[in-house]
């Protein structure tokens, strides 16, 4: 027979393990550039993927519901028909977008379903 003592132990070694399993499967996708994505986005077609970047000035048409997020070199336009918005979605706006990467006549575009501005400095005029 085993005793409490052990059956303590491998049933809080079994619980550990499972922890530890839920925690690297569910691990999430690490936030990616514009220009990460844009080197090699064939990579990243019809994946959930995480992306930062910022809002080029005046790119935001509402009617398409579209923006255009740049990074150093590249730029990639973002649809968020569907997408929850943060308040704060402006002209040169850094913004986390989550979604998922498409391409379709010939363009790559996020299908963005979580839109998450940055706070305003204190400091901007």
Do not use: W
């Not at 691990?27 to 990616?32: D, H």
């Not at 077609?45 to 579209?66: A, F, P, Q």
């Not at 150093?72 to 850094?94: H, P, W």
């Not at 575009?109 to 204190?122: M, N, Q, R, V």
């Amino acid at each position: 027979m085993i005793s409490r003592k052990n059956r303590l132990l491998i049933i809080g070694g079994i619980i550990t393990l499972g922890l530890v399993g839920v925690i690297l499967l569910e691990a999430p996708e690490p936030t990616r550039t514009v220009d990460e994505i844009m080197k090699s986005p064939e990579k990243f077609i019809d994946k959930e993927i995480s992306l930062r970047g910022e809002v080029l000035d005046g790119s935001i048409d509402n009617t398409s519901m579209t923006f255009l997020l740049h990074g150093s070199n590249y730029n990639i336009s973002v649809e968020f028909i569907d997408a929850s918005v943060s308040n704060g979605l402006d002209d040169n706006r850094t913004v986390y977008a989550q979604g998922i990467l498409r391409y379709s006549n010939g363009e790559y575009f996020l299908e963005a379903d979580l839109i998450k501005t940055s706070c305003p400095s204190k400091y901007e005029e």
